[in-house]
């Protein structure tokens, strides 16, 4: 009798022995109870997880005449006659039939009825693999077949089928097996063979599985035929994994911050004939045991490894810090991405191991941590040996962090009073040209009409009134009391006063105003007097407006008035009449082409 292969020896024949999918299941089985079968089913997921298996035992039970809980009962004719070969259940390969001719043939074979059920079931496996010339072909019959055809089609790429197709089917999607079921399938499988196994052993081909049934009944095959018992080493060896015992020993290097060691380890095991990649894992696999080993109170429970072993496992999760676990679990598993796309996967590993065993020379956050939690446990255990550490305050920190905004603090009380009177500047003249371009220079003014430098005003911590003018001879007999609060100022000075007395103005309106946005559209305005009114000039009409309003004239007349100025006045400056200089040019040199800019 010829070989059969485990998958293949342990299919299930009915729902009822299937490993998990019971959401699957149950779907079906209540379909087929009803008698309600849709025309086309979607089964999606990842491989090995029993797609066609259930679409097989769901083309026999549709068709079983007495079916039992929803599966073929396997003894009446219909069921007879599918178990030996009928073309009422037909299996497709996308993969090698994917092209429109093939599509086409089947819609034409559709059209004849089942010759021994109620059913004629298709099969399409793979069935992302056909073209879109197929899938153009397929859509119509999909939508609407015979009333006798049924269409399972099964992917393990579901997004790579269009949407036309998609919407027309009933989409089941397969879920990856969980290792302790998988565990259990296996050892039911051994012991109707006649196999002896280690348990821990069994527990290493069901995680080599990674949820899918058929890849470890694959791997146990193999296993099987390695020795007459199944053991952990065995499965170890065919596995092709480096042994256990280095692998732990380049794990310590690695947490123990041993450069040195770690590469030697490495380059042992790789002169073994190890592939870089399969040391990446196996180093990968190891550190997830130790990280669980130090995480989880039930980790010899889940890890199901030998005594011998497991002792390895926590004697490394025991001395290593949990950061420095996971700073080399990422650190390799870049790695592994990354060797997928390097012609020097050996290169790539040693860098990526003597960044894992040096954090001191990675600038990196997670090696900075790492460091810190190693002198942490070294001062730990000084203290713990009996050596005096002595420990700076705790206290000096807050005052540290605290220290950059005290010093801004004191540097805001400290700094003076903003100061927004104007320097003294020199009578600005428009300048005037002549028809060839060059400045007519301005008339000096007469000695009498100089403007007087005036004293330098001392810096005052509160609001003085203004300064009057010094008397002048006309109000000499006039008393103290009866003296205005502005004096009659003179028209040469008046320029230079109205810049101090709208200087002060603004320094008094910063600390007694109660609104900012007055402040803020006040210091672009111009000042000059008129008389005894002083004129505050803005190029924006709309400040001007703003300014005009009631609330504001209010907060501005009081300021005024405690600087002692009792009249002002706000005007944009087109209503300002320019200066009398370019007129008194104009006169002066009226026989000549003047251009003013």
Not at 547 to 573: D, N, P, Y
């Amino acid at each position: 009798m010829a070989h059969v292969s485990l998958y293949r020896r342990f299919r299930p024949e009915s729902f009822d022995k299937m490993v998990r999918q019971e959401h699957v299941v149950r779907v079906l089985k209540n379909q087929i109870a009803a008698r309600s079968v849709g025309h086309a089913y979607l089964f999606t997921g990842p491989r090995g997880t029993g797609k066609t298996t259930v679409a097989r035992i769901f083309a026999r039970a549709v068709n079983c005449e007495h079916p039992v809980d929803g599966s073929p009962c396997g003894n009446c004719p219909s069921c007879v006659a599918l178990a030996n070969g009928s073309l009422d259940i037909t299996e497709i390969d996308a993969a090698s039939n994917n092209g429109v001719g093939e599509m086409r043939d089947l819609r034409e074979k559709v059209q004849y009825p089942p010759v021994s059920g109620k059913y004629k079931v298709y099969i399409i496996d793979e069935v992302h693999m056909l073209t879109d010339s197929a899938f153009n072909a397929l859509l119509k019959t999909l939508e609407e077949p015979p009333a006798h055809a049924i269409f399972i089609l099964a992917t393990t790429e579901p997004q790579k089928l269009p949407a036309t197709i998609l919407s027309r089917c009933m989409r089941l999607d397969f879920k990856l097996i969980p290792e302790e079921d998988l565990e259990k399938h296996l050892m039911r499988v051994l012991d109707e063979i006649g196999k002896p196994y280690e348990r821990e052993a069994v527990a290493a081909i069901a995680r080599a599985g990674a949820g899918s049934d058929r890849d470890m009944l694959s791997i146990a095959e193999m296993c099987i035929a390695y020795s007459e018992k199944l053991t952990y080493e065995g499965v170890t060896a065919v596995l092709g994994a480096a042994d256990f015992h280095e692998t732990c020993a380049l794990v310590s290097c690695l947490l123990r911050a041993d450069g040195g060691g770690a590469l030697e380890k490495t380059e042992l095991i790789l002169s073994e004939g190890k592939a870089v990649g399969v040391l990446v894992r196996n180093l990968l696999d190891l550190l997830n045991q130790v990280l669980v080993a130090k995480t989880c109170a039930s980790a010899e429970r889940l890890l199901s490894l030998p005594k011998e072993l497991f002792s390895q496992v926590k004697g490394l999760a025991d001395g290593a810090e949990y950061k420095a676990i996971l700073r080399a679990t990422e650190i390799l598993a870049k790695t592994e991405s990354e060797l997928r796309y390097t012609t020097s996967p050996r290169i790539v590993l040693e860098t990526a191991i003597l960044r894992v065993s040096c954090p001191a020379e990675d600038y990196d956050i997670e090696a900075l941590l790492v460091r810190m939690n190693a002198l942490e446990r070294e001062l730990k255990e000084l203290k713990a040996s009996g050596i005096r550490v002595e420990e700076k305050r705790t206290d000096a920190i807050p005052a540290a962090q605290n220290a950059p905004k005290a010093a801004q603090n004191a540097r805001e009380e400290s700094a003076p009073e903003p100061d927004y009177s104007f320097p003294e500047e020199e009578p600005i003249f428009e300048e005037a040209y002549f028809s060839d371009g060059s400045i007519i220079p301005p008339e000096p003014l007469p000695k009498a009409e100089q403007p007087k430098k005036q004293p330098a005003e001392p810096p005052a911590k509160t609001p003085e009134p203004f300064a009057a003018a010094p008397e002048t001879p006309a109000a000499a007999g006039t008393s103290a009391s009866e003296s205005a609060p502005v004096a009659a100022v003179n028209p040469v000075a008046a320029p230079q006063d109205a810049q101090k007395a709208f200087g002060q103005f603004m320094r008094t309106l910063r600390k007694t105003s109660r609104s900012g946005v007055l402040f803020t559209m006040c210091s672009d305005l111009e000042a000059e007097f008129e008389g005894e009114t002083l004129v505050l000039i803005s190029d924006s009409e709309t400040i001007v407006r703003s300014l005009k309003r009631e609330e504001h004239v209010k907060i501005m007349t009081e300021v005024f008035s405690g600087i002692g100025i009792a009249s002002f006045e706000v005007r944009g400056r087109a209503q300002t009449p320019k200066s009398g200089g370019i007129e008194e040019l104009k006169n002066n040199f009226k026989d000549y082409p003047i251009e003013f800019k």
